[in-house]
């Protein structure tokens, strides 16, 4: 009989993997969510692209490298888990699971399956040096060798350093084990920094978010700096928004007043769309894109709505559309649609 979860075939070998969320933001994943995602019991709570984009991590001996399996879980409209290809997936590796004369499961072999089925996933330069990022902080291993050459850079104005080569991988390590006192040390370096060395930064602060007010002002500041079109504009939006402080709602409420472009849009939709479970702000937001054409506006409701935490939200601000509005026209011509 088919072990039913991926969870259930790696207990039966006595493996507990890591598992990590990737995709919307690189974060540690509960082993018992997984479990209760792969039973269909819960929703995935960060879906990306229709999917759950997650890495699987065994350390199979305190000297070797961990293992590092990638995957695209395949979701429905309400983002729980469409088993099919996990199941496919599972039965190839419960054949390679078979043939181990021990009856171990023996990684280095089962992982080779992977090159052959739909799941597979090559995650971006950016989410590999974050999920490296988090391995070695969570399993307590140092950090890589571009680690001190991105802290002098970031946290201690060393001019002689060129940023090129820090290395995306140091700057990822110093996000991840970034300390209060290193948020401090930031924000009073962000000015100095050229657009590509503040881009980088920022693009791996969405994974590892602002904490301290003091960071969060000053990339405020950097963000009111610069015009729409300037290569800063977004990533510093992105960071400012991935924040979970209050202040970054406040100042999305702000943001909302006033015209905005569609990539603005849809990087409140990826990066602050925690600060969308706020009954003003998602009615708001909502307004902004009804001005945006019919498919950008599809495209960013259902990349919403697809949150389990902001589906009942989204439904309700929905709802309170002003007949005749922008909005109500666009939530109009999606029911027609939907009903022939």
């Given at each position: 009989m088919l072990t039913p979860t991926l969870v259930d075939l790696f207990t039966h070998a006595d493996i507990t993997p890591r598992i990590y969320s990737l995709g919307r933001r690189v974060v540690p994943c509960a082993i018992e969510h997984f479990r209760a995602f792969e039973t269909q019991q819960m929703a995935w709570p960060q879906p990306w692209q229709s999917q759950a984009q997650v890495a699987l991590v065994f350390t199979p001996a305190a000297t070797s490298e961990p293992i590092i399996w990638c995957l695209a879980l395949p979701l429905d409209e309400q983002s729980m888990l469409v088993p099919a290809l996990r199941d496919g997936f599972l039965e190839q590796l419960m054949s390679t699971?078979?043939?181990?004369?021990?009856?171990?499961?023996?990684?280095?072999?089962?992982?080779?399956?992977?090159?052959?089925?739909?799941?597979?996933?090559?995650?971006?330069?950016?989410?590999?040096?974050?999920?490296?990022?988090?391995?070695?902080?969570?399993?307590?291993l140092p950090p890589s060798h571009y680690y001190d050459d991105a802290r002098a850079y970031y946290l201690n104005d060393d001019s002689s350093q060129a940023w090129q080569a820090l290395g995306l991988q140091g700057i990822a390590d110093l996000v991840v084990r970034k300390t209060d006192d290193d948020e401090r040390r930031l924000a009073r370096r962000?000015?100095?920094?050229?657009?590509?060395?503040?881009?980088?930064?920022?693009?791996?602060?969405?994974?590892?978010?602002?904490?301290?007010?003091?960071?969060?002002d000053a990339m405020?500041?950097?963000?009111?700096?610069?015009?729409?079109?300037?290569?800063?504009?977004?990533?510093?939006?992105?960071?400012?928004?991935?924040?979970?402080?209050?202040?970054?709602?406040?100042?999305?409420?702000?943001?909302?007043?006033?015209?905005?472009?569609?990539?603005?849009?849809?990087?409140?939709?990826?990066?602050?769309?925690?600060?969308?479970?706020?009954?003003?702000?998602?009615?708001?937001?909502?307004?902004?894109?009804?001005?945006?054409?019919?498919?950008?506006?599809?495209?960013?409701?259902?990349?919403?709505?697809?949150?389990?935490?902001?589906?009942?939200?989204?439904?309700?601000?929905?709802?309170?559309?002003?007949?005749?509005?922008?909005?109500?026209?666009?939530?109009?011509?999606?029911?027609?649609?939907?009903?022939?």
């Open positions: 699971f078979q043939r181990q004369p021990d009856g171990s499961l023996a990684l280095d072999s089962a992982a080779e399956t992977l090159k052959d089925v739909a799941i597979a996933l090559q995650p971006n330069d950016l989410t590999r040096a974050l999920l490296h990022a988090r391995i070695a902080h969570d399993l307590e962000l000015a100095q920094l050229p657009d590509q060395a503040l881009v980088a930064l920022c693009d791996c602060l969405v994974h590892a978010p602002i904490q301290k007010e003091t960071l969060l405020m500041a950097q963000h009111e700096a610069v015009p729409t079109p300037h290569p800063r504009y977004q990533p510093v939006m992105g960071a400012i928004l991935a924040s979970p402080l209050e202040q970054a709602g406040s100042w999305l409420d702000n943001l909302l007043q006033h015209s905005l472009e569609t990539t603005a849009l849809a990087t409140i939709a990826a990066r602050g769309w925690h600060h969308l479970e706020h009954e003003q702000r998602s009615i708001d937001y909502l307004v902004s894109i009804s001005q945006l054409e019919a498919h950008d506006f599809r495209v960013l409701v259902q990349d919403l709505t697809r949150i389990p935490r902001l589906r009942l939200p989204m439904i309700m601000a929905m709802k309170q559309a002003s007949p005749g509005s922008a909005l109500w026209q666009q939530i109009d011509a999606i029911q027609r649609e939907q009903h022939g």
